[in-house]
């Protein structure tokens, strides 16, 4: 059974940053692709960053030259650095995996994690 565990985040003022962590065990973590997503409340969840195997990239538009989306394949991790944060950034964090890039990028992979709350006040 695939288990992802988030940790990292917290409560920061605007401006500050956080890096956030997710851990991936049960599975072949290098074959996967891996996302993070967020819901914030009374919103759906939306695609935050993800990378691919080979370490391709993606943003969501509102985090482009803030966020920063990396593995370490050795460590069976993602991390999510978030820098100059906003207090729209504040959501449930949650990590994602899925074999199939499409699938993560299209909002449905296949492994979610439990969720990490990150709250940015002003």
């Known amino acids: 059974q695939v288990q992802l565990v988030e940790s990292g985040g917290g409560l920061v003022q605007a401006g500050g940053s956080l890096r956030l962590s997710c851990v991936v065990s049960g599975s072949s973590f290098s074959i996967n692709t891996m996302g993070w997503f967020r819901q914030a409340p009374g919103k759906q969840h939306e695609l935050v960053a993800s990378i691919g195997r080979g370490g391709s990239t993606d943003y969501a538009d509102s985090v482009k030259g803030r966020f920063t989306i990396s593995r370490d394949n050795a460590k069976d991790t993602v991390y999510l650095q978030m820098n100059s944060l906003k207090p729209e950034d504040t959501a449930v964090y949650y990590c994602?995996?899925?074999?199939?890039?499409?699938?993560?990028?299209?909002?449905?992979?296949?492994?979610w994690g439990q969720g990490t709350q990150v709250t940015v006040s002003s």
């Open positions: 994602a995996a899925d074999p199939n890039l499409i699938r993560v990028r299209a909002g449905v992979p296949r492994d």
